[in-house]
């Protein structure tokens, strides 16, 4: 049996209210709703940061980073609208900066969730 999940929004392009149809985690259908359905939230495509050095307490350089980190920051924007972003570590020493690209990319090569969250490092 294949789940078709539907969201219904205002989409942000042509503020008319509109029907997603989600199957397997891809989008199948976009319907138009009726007008009266106005009291809808608006809803669109996740935003795409260019350059995140950290957010909310979590920061890429930090000198303790830890997936933790990585993690809390991709909540948090995943929360705000960001669904992929790209880490930038700030200048700091050699060994940090090292050490907190590893974390970066051990997490990103063991979670298909944070390896299509973060398409690069800046």
């Known amino acids: 049996m294949v789940l078709i999940m539907k969201v219904r929004g205002i989409s ?3 503020k008319k209210p509109i029907e997603i149809e989600i199957k397997e985690g891809f989008i199948e259908n976009i319907n138009s709703l009726p007008k009266s359905e106005q009291k809808l939230p608006y809803i669109s495509p996740g935003f ?3 350059q995140v050095n950290g957010y909310k307490g979590s920061d890429y350089s930090l000198e ?3 997936e933790e ?3 809390n920051i991709i909540t948090n924007l995943a929360a705000s609208g960001t669904t992929q972003h790209i880490p930038t570590i700030v200048s700091s020493p050699l ?3 090292l050490k ?3 974390i970066i ?3 990103i090569n063991s979670s298909t969730d944070i390896k299509e969250t973060i398409p690069g490092i800046h």
């Open 12 to 14: 942000v392009f042509n």
């Open 48 to 50: 795409f940061d260019i």
């Open 64 to 66: 303790d980073f830890s």
């Open 69 to 71: 980190h990585l993690r």
């Open 95 to 97: 060994e940090r900066i």
């Open 100 to 102: 907190n690209l590893e």
């Open 105 to 107: 990319l051990k997490a």
